[in-house]
């Protein structure tokens, strides 16, 4: 099967997806608990997340699966076979609280790289796609990302972990983020985010978050023609494409920059 053809496929099971969760929003009947005592999982991500898997193995019989819901097990990211990493609602905090920034994520990867992703935003009404080295789309027409080359002209979206005690070191970035660029976007799905820069409504993006909130959102922003890397190099053995710890995605024009801004911040460099 071609990518092309498991893209095709991987949209219709994101539509269901988002139909489902437009429904469950509708109604109103889902519960909700906390994962280690701060992360909000409602009954409707264990939902979808379970019917996409089945419609996965539907399609796709034996392929390795990571997803946030049930089981993760990270150690196939260092896998090179075939392997789907799908969010089945980014953004549940938005979801719970009746906000429309909302998405399902499903990507694709084999020999450790990214080859196709997904990303369905059912409230926005918008569907984000890409195949490795064939281009992005929104809703089938061609998207690209900003050419902003001033940081002082960038508008950056980044977003926060859900440990408490885990945000005072990044305050020191959004300082100097704030003091350096044109204002700061914080809209709480990372896979939005990556869309939103690979269409330039946003001109840059960093932050810390799991491989399933990115694979397919750096692959469209990388189609794109966004610049995607890392703020520090990463584990031996785990992919790039894979991994989502100091993401930096951004116009190719403001990447150096505004790394080096954000490992100054890191190190204590700037003043207050």
């Known amino acids: 099967m071609t990518p092309a053809q498991r893209l095709e496929i991987a949209v219709d099971i994101a539509h269901e997806a988002g139909r489902m969760i437009v429904e469950a929003r509708e109604r109103q009947v889902f519960g909700h608990r906390y994962k280690h005592g701060h992360e909000l999982v409602t009954d409707t991500d264990v939902e979808v997340d379970t019917r996409?898997?089945?419609?996965?193995?539907?399609?796709?019989?034996?392929?390795?699966?990571?997803?946030?819901?049930?089981?993760?097990?990270?150690?196939?990211?260092?896998?090179?076979?075939?392997?789907?990493?799908?969010?089945?609602?980014?953004?549940?905090?938005?979801?719970?609280?009746?906000?429309?920034?909302?998405?399902?994520?499903?990507?694709?990867?084999?020999?450790?790289?990214?080859?196709?992703?997904?990303?369905?935003?059912?409230?926005?009404?918008?569907?984000?796609?890409?195949?490795?080295?064939?281009?992005?789309?929104r809703n089938d027409e061609a998207i690209h990302a900003s050419r902003t080359s001033d940081m002082a002209h960038a508008l950056v979206g980044t977003g926060f972990p859900?440990?408490?005690?885990?945000?005072?070191?990044?305050?020191?970035?959004?300082?100097?983020?704030?003091?350096?660029?044109?204002?700061?976007?914080?809209?709480?799905?990372?896979?939005?985010?990556?869309?939103?820069?690979?269409?330039?409504?946003?001109?840059?993006?960093?932050?810390?978050?799991?491989?399933?909130?990115?694979?397919?959102?750096?692959?469209?922003?990388?189609?794109a023609g966004a610049r995607t890397g890392h703020l520090y190099p990463g584990p031996a053995g785990i992919p790039e494409d894979l991994y989502g710890e100091n993401l930096l995605v951004t116009s190719p024009g403001i990447h150096d920059a505004l790394g080096a801004l954000l490992r100054r911040a890191d190190a204590g460099e700037l003043e207050p």
Do not use: K, M
Request: with cysteine; net charge negative; hydrophobic share 40%.
């Open 52 to 137: 996409i898997g089945e419609r996965l193995e539907q399609h796709f019989a034996g392929e390795a699966r990571l997803s946030e819901e049930l089981a993760p097990d990270r150690e196939v990211l260092a896998s090179p076979r075939a392997l789907w990493v799908v969010d089945p609602i980014d953004g549940t905090v938005n979801f719970a609280h009746g906000l429309r920034h909302v998405a399902v994520s499903i990507g694709w990867a084999s020999q450790g790289r990214t080859r196709l992703g997904v990303v369905h935003a059912p409230f926005l009404g918008e569907t984000f796609t890409a195949l490795d080295g064939q281009g992005a789309w």
């Open 162 to 223: 859900y440990r408490r005690d885990s945000r005072p070191p990044l305050l020191r970035r959004l300082s100097a983020v704030l003091a350096h660029c044109q204002d700061v976007r914080r809209n709480g799905s990372a896979a939005l985010d990556l869309c939103d820069v690979a269409c330039g409504r946003l001109d840059a993006y960093y932050e810390s978050v799991s491989p399933w909130d990115c694979a397919a959102g750096w692959l469209i922003a990388r189609e």
